[in-house]
């Protein structure tokens, strides 16, 4: 089994939806995880940042860990074209300080 | 801030030759990390510097990768030979904070894109 399990996609949504990106994993060391987005031939930049479990929110995104399923998903509400990305998600923890990437899932917003 | 700079964006080479990637940090930045992003495998960890010591190599697939950082405004990856298996983007991304910190706040370049043919 994989540490981190991401579905690929790709994902197309219309203007507006609400979109969920998922992934999850195996280590139970993992406390920290995060949620990169990657546009088309660009690096990956930090999108949201949480620890343990439970919720975080930040204007239309909401990232959520559920440690005893080890699951975490990215909400989006509201979906825009300029949303369209490639999502990542990583993770770390325990004696391992490496962030350990999913493969990432690739989203289309169409208007 | 400019960002991380990465140059050449691309490059295309014939199996046996020397690459050489090239990165500039974001100024203040004591960490620079390279990594390597395939379809396969994803994102994947080469090697990180901490003021321009080489700290974890252990993801450097091989001897044919080598990194240096002379200073704090320049590193280099250097593939030699290159094999049609190394083609992949190769990404800089440098941080204020060490891996152990765990912010995951990595400011990635845009990326190499190396094929070999």
């Known amino acids: 089994q994989k540490e981190v399990e991401q579905d690929p996609g790709p994902l197309s949504v219309p203007e507006g939806a609400i979109v969920s990106l998922n992934c999850t994993y195996s280590?139970?060391?993992?406390?920290?995880f995060m949620w990169y987005r990657q546009y088309s031939r660009k690096g990956p930049e930090l999108l949201m940042y949480?620890?343990?479990?439970g919720n975080k929110e930040d204007g239309r995104f909401t990232a959520q860990v559920d440690k005893s399923s080890k699951y975490i998903s990215l909400f989006i509400r509201d979906s825009q074209p300029s949303d369209s990305a490639t999502y990542l998600c990583?993770?770390?923890?325990?004696?391992?300080?490496?962030?350990?990437f999913g493969k990432g899932t690739l989203l289309t917003v169409n208007p | 801030d400019a960002g991380v700079i990465q140059s050449p964006r691309h490059e295309v080479t014939e199996m046996g030759q020397e690459v050489t990637l090239r990165c500039k940090p974001i100024?203040?930045?004591?960490?620079l990390f390279w990594y390597r992003q395939t379809m396969m495998r994803g994102l994947e960890l080469l090697i990180y510097?901490?003021?321009?010591?080489?700290?974890?190599d252990s993801g450097m697939p091989e001897d044919r990768f080598s990194a240096k950082m002379p200073n704090a405004s320049f590193s280099t990856l250097k593939i030699q030979p290159s094999e049609p298996r190394d083609s992949a983007v190769y990404f800089c991304?440098?941080?204020?904070?060490?891996?152990?910190?765990?912010?995951?706040?990595?400011?990635f370049g845009e990326g190499s894109r190396l094929t070999v043919l």
């Open positions: 510097f901490n003021n321009n010591v080489p700290i974890d």
């Open positions: 991304a440098s941080s204020l904070f060490p891996p152990q910190e765990r912010t995951g706040e990595l400011f």
């Open positions: 990583a993770m770390s923890g325990g004696s391992n300080y490496k962030l350990t």
């Open positions: 280590n139970s060391a993992f406390q920290y």
């Open positions: 100024s203040g930045h004591d960490y």
């Open positions: 949480t620890y343990s479990s």
